[in-house]
């Protein structure tokens, strides 16, 4: 079954504890991205990449890292997390052609204490 | 500034009638529009998609309406069914630009539609 899949999917830790949020997809898509979504701000992109070692920053990468070793992972670093990082998080991917479709993973909720 | 506007939080719809779903933009290099269904926990799900060449595309129950000069989209769907009830994300993707952006997306803030019985 294609899909993209997140781990954990709930977490509750302290500020300041690094914590990585994975992402893995069994399409072999290019194409891997990071959203937050937030009350009354909808979808807003945090990173992406376009490959393999090609990763660019989105609308709100401020607090984040990523990095892209594998075509298949995507993992989101947060160094030292803060509480206004606290939000639903969601990876997404999609081939090479920027017309396809992304296909969401099934969202991982941080609550940063 | 918000690219993509979905001023309606929320839409209340009778089972068997027509939802409509609106959303505005406010540029005009976005090439490609689509929207996204979404259930509590579960991630949003692609629903469908229409071209700036086109000004409809109609998938089943579903059909987009493009209005390139008043830069709105809206999403209908008939007849609506209770298991419609969800949180529906318009979308806008730009034209390839320079600095590796293209196929970004743009996410409007969602409308949360209850289809009831």
């Known amino acids: 079954e294609a899909q993209v899949t997140q781990n954990p999917r709930y977490l509750i830790t302290v500020t300041g504890k690094k914590l990585t949020v994975t992402c893995s997809q069994n399409m072999n898509h290019e194409y891997m991205s990071w959203y937050r979504q937030d009350p009354g701000l909808g979808l807003r992109q945090i990173y992406y990449?376009?490959?393999?070692?090609?990763?660019d920053k989105g609308d709100v990468p401020e607090g984040y890292k990523v990095s892209r070793k594998e075509k298949r992972n995507f993992p989101l670093i947060l160094e030292s997390p803060s509480p206004n990082q606290t939000s639903l998080y969601f990876c997404?991917?999609?081939?090479?052609?920027?017309?396809?479709?992304?296909?969401f993973g099934d969202g991982t909720r941080l609550s940063i204490l | 500034d918000q690219q993509v506007k979905q001023n309606s939080p929320s839409l209340s719809v009778q089972e068997g009638r027509i939802s409509i779903l609106n959303c505005d933009y406010t540029n005009s290099m976005f090439d490609y529009f689509l929207w996204y269904k979404k259930y509590p926990a579960e991630g949003p799900t692609f629903l469908i998609s229409i071209s700036s060449i086109k000004d409809k595309n109609e998938d089943g129950r579903f059909t987009v309406f493009l209005n390139k000069s008043a830069k709105h989209l809206s999403l209908h769907i008939v007849p609506s069914q209770p298991g419609d009830s969800a949180v529906y994300f318009c979308?806008?993707?730009?034209?390839?630009?320079?600095?590796?952006?293209?196929?970004?997306?743009?996410f409007g803030k969602g409308t949360k539609l209850s289809v009831k019985p």
């Open positions: 990449s376009m490959n393999v070692e090609v990763t």
């Open positions: 997404a991917s999609r081939g090479r052609y920027s017309n396809q479709p992304q296909h």
């Open positions: 979308a806008a993707k730009r034209q390839g630009d320079y600095g590796g952006s293209q196929g970004n997306l743009i």
